[in-house]
Antibody, heavy 121, light 106 residues
Framework: EVQLVESGGGLVQPGGSLRLSCAASGFTFSSYSMNWVRQAPGKGLEWVSYITSSSGAIHYADSVKGRFTISRDNAKNSLYLQLNSLRAEDTAVYYC??????????????WGQGTLVTVSS | DIQMTQSPSSLSASVGDRVTITCRASQSISSYVNWYQHTPGKAPKLLIYAASSLQSGVPSRFSGSGSGTDFTLTISSLQPEDFATYYCQQSNSLPLTFGGGTKVEI
């Protein structure tokens, strides 16, 4: 059974840092690209970042570029998101999501349950 | 960036109703649209990919259609477990973007 379990969320002051983790199991982690998606309170889903299976390509939403860093450790079946220079508008539930592909179409076929990041003084 | 506009933002329906949610892209994206169901406190769930392909394990009452800029998610007979928020998402180009969501309420 595919499982994605996020951790590392919490309360942090503006300007602070946090590192989120996503532990993957039930599939060959090193074969899949992975993503982070967030949902601010009362808002919709927002894609945050993407990393290919071998970390050869990485992309970020403009809203987090230069502040967040995505990485992965295939030996540990883990995905990470380093959050720096946090702002109040970064307050959200952060989800990790596996990217699957079929015939050139890409989609998030498995998601974790999320970890809450609250940025407040 | 490609904007995805969903309508309605919310709707009230009863068990057994037929429900249709629409999503419009700001530019043509062929069939690069996916649909997700999200219930508070749970992981989002993939329903439809490539505009009309039903994800394995998803009930057949869910269906998707459309191409280019206009897309539709239809629930043929609403069940109690279907009360949730639904999102479209484009996978044509980065940044990946979602619609604003449609909350389906009793």
């Amino acid at each position: 059974e595919v499982q994605l379990v996020e951790s590392g969320g919490g309360l942090v002051q503006p300007g602070g840092s946090l590192r989120l983790s996503c532990a993957a199991s039930g599939f060959t982690f090193s074969s899949y690209s992975m993503n982070w998606v967030r949902q601010a309170p009362g808002k919709g889903l927002e894609w945050v970042s993407y990393i290919t299976s071998s970390s050869g390509a990485i992309h970020y939403a403009d809203s987090v570029k230069g502040r967040f860093t995505i990485s992965r450790d295939n030996a540990k079946n883990s995905l990470y998101l380093q959050l720096n220079s946090l702002r109040a508008e970064d307050t959200a539930v952060y989800y990790c999501a596996r990217r699957a592909a079929t015939n050139g179409y890409y989609f998030f076929d498995y998601w974790g349950q999320g970890t809450l990041v609250t940025v407040s003084s | 960036d490609i904007q995805m506009t969903q309508s309605p933002s919310s709707l009230s329906a009863s068990v057994g109703d037929r429900v249709t949610i629409t999503c419009r892209a700001s530019q043509s994206i062929s069939s690069y649209v996916n649909w997700y169901q999200h219930t508070p406190g749970k992981a989002p769930k993939l329903l439809i990919y490539a505009a009309s392909s039903l994800q394995s394990g998803v009930p057949s009452r869910f269906s998707g259609s459309g191409s280019g800029t206009d897309f539709t998610l239809t629930i043929s007979s609403l069940q109690p477990e279907d009360f949730a928020t639904y999102y479209c998402q484009q996978s044509n180009s980065l940044p990946l973007t979602f619609g604003g969501g449609t909350k389906v309420e009793i």
